[in-house]
């Protein structure tokens, strides 16, 4: 009950913010990230799914029923870092029209781009997109891969007639 109080009286904290800020800018896809990050170590699923894109939501919408499971759950799960990360560490922010990126280093120390999309008025992670745009490379890839096999982009498969040996006598 306490955890229903606390998520509700940050929901209307954060919404009387935003409905008195006039001509205030949003938040910048950086700035989005760091409230994402302090969500996630406080395990505010609330203010986690508020970050998120709407399709992302979506998606794990689908994935919870999909698994008998909840969207919480599934938002807890789909972090990007672990919770007992001590510092997470992000650089090039790059904004064009209604998407962005941000690099964050995995634990591995690798760079990882996190997108973003402009939505209802505020950057939000998109993860649903990105995963979309995963999908679309790969199917761009067979689609090239079928053309390279079959010989060309309208080409049914042609094989050529293999020669008849000939008996010699």
Sequence with gaps: M?????NLIFLFVAMAILACGGDKKPA?????????????KAKDTTTMKLLLSND?????EREAKANNS??????KRQTLFNENQKEVV?????????KATLEIKTPGGQWQKVPFV???GAWKI???????????????ENRKFDELIN???????????????????
């Design 2 to 6: 306490r955890i229903w109080s606390r």
């Design 28 to 40: 910048s896809p950086k700035e989005t990230f760091k409230t994402y990050t302090k969500a996630i």
């Design 56 to 60: 992302t939501i979506k998606m794990h």
């Design 70 to 75: 909840n969207v919480d759950e599934i938002v």
């Design 90 to 98: 992000f650089r090039d922010e790059r904004i064009d029209g209604t």
């Design 118 to 120: 402009f939505e209802d």
């Design 126 to 140: 998109d993860n649903a997109g990105a995963a979309n745009q995963i999908q679309q490379e790969i199917e761009d």
């Design 151 to 169: 010989g060309g982009p309208n080409m049914p498969f042609q094989s050529s007639p293999l020669p008849t040996p000939t008996p010699n006598f």
